[in-house]
């Protein structure tokens, strides 16, 4: 992928689409919502959704490696890349990225209850 400078100091990267010529800006435009009184805060619940999404998919990525692991008895990469999670055990991720989630985030909503709960 390569990146091209631009005049005042930003970047853009080129992302290969049919011609090759897809320019995306590297930054949003507009500022970052704000959920809390302390900016802080919302940088912090920033990071958690980040590395709780990260997270999530590595619980999935390991659940993917010990059901072909132990169906093939061999790890391929292909096997892997190939593999779908579906009924059951599709089921059962849902429900453990729920519970993921609710633990997560329980201290988010505890601290929102506070706020909104304390007098101004």
């Known amino acids: 992928m390569a990146v091209k400078r631009r005049a005042g100091g ?3 990267r ?5 011609d090759g010529r897809v320019v995306l800006p590297t930054r949003s435009k507009g500022r970052r919502p704000e ?4 900016p802080a805060v919302d940088q912090l619940f920033a990071i958690v959704t980040a ?3 990260e997270v999530s998919v590595l619980y999935d990525r ?3 490696l010990e059901r ?7 790890l391929k990469l292909p096997d892997l890349e190939s593999y779908v999670a579906a009924g059951e055990v599709a089921d059962a991720r849902v429900r453990r990225r729920d519970e993921l ?3 997560v985030f ?6 929102a209850d506070r706020q909104t709960a304390a007098p101004r």
């Open 10 to 12: 930003g970047t853009k």
């Open 14 to 18: 080129r992302i290969g689409q049919d």
């Open 35 to 38: 959920f809390y009184e302390d």
């Open 51 to 53: 590395l709780t999404a």
């Open 62 to 64: 390991l659940d993917t």
């Open 68 to 74: 072909v692991l132990a169906r093939t008895r061999a």
């Open 101 to 103: 989630l609710r633990r």
């Open 106 to 111: 329980a201290v988010f909503e505890a601290y």
